[in-house]
């Protein structure tokens, strides 16, 4: 059964902070993994990660995977209240549907 | 633009009733699906389509059922069935490589 983890599942800092989010996995023929930023409603696209060791970066926020340990981590530095919200994980399994395995998610809270 | 469309927004049932949630897209993508949060649950997946006519049950299916008539529409029913049906529920669609949209999602309470 394809499995993704999230750690921590949540989390309180201050602005100006930095985090890191982290995401395991275990998921037939693996292809890809996404990260979802979700505020209220609906989950909002943040990267795909398909090579191993090529970081993403997306101004304050950037990403990495690493297949080999099979895992991912979402930094995100100098925290703002804005960036408060559920961090999702998420990955297809192989083959040819693109149902996605989600984690439970982080609660990040970035306090002023 | 192109997008999902979730109607409605919030619902309330009554214990024993049917509701039916709708799920628009225009973004011509295959693939749609329907996703239920709950707090600290993350998202699950109650049903998928692939193609138009043909559908496939996920994780948590029971007290559920939907339809895929057109391309664009994928509506979820939730039955009397379902023993415990207060949730947020997000429709999905998307194209190659995992490339998933929601849309804003539409909360139910069974009151």
Known sequence: EDKVVQSPLSLVVHEGDTVTLNCSYEVTNFRSLLWYKQEKKAPTFLFMLTSSGIEKKSGRLSSILDKKELFSILNITATQTGDSAIYLCAAPPGGSNYKLTFGKGTLLTVNP | ?111
Not at chain 2, 30 to 53: C, E, F, H, K
Not at chain 2, 67 to 87: D, G, I, M
Request: aromatic residues 14%.
């Open chain 2, 1 to 111: 633009d192109g997008g999902i469309t979730q109607s409605p927004k919030y619902l309330f049932r009554k214990e024993g009733q049917n509701v039916t949630l709708s799920c628009e897209q225009n973004l011509n993508h295959d693939a749609m699906y329907w996703y239920r949060q709950d707090p600290g649950q993350g998202l699950r997946l109650i049903y998928y389509s692939q193609i138009v006519n043909d559908f496939q049950k996920g994780d948590i299916a029971e007290g559920y059922s939907v339809s895929r008539e057109k391309k664009e529409s994928f509506p979820l029913t939730v039955t009397s069935a379902q023993k415990n049906p207060t949730a947020f529920y997000l429709c999905a669609s998307s194209i190659a490589q995992g490339w998933t949209f929601f849309g804003q999602g539409t909360r139910l309470t069974v009151v």
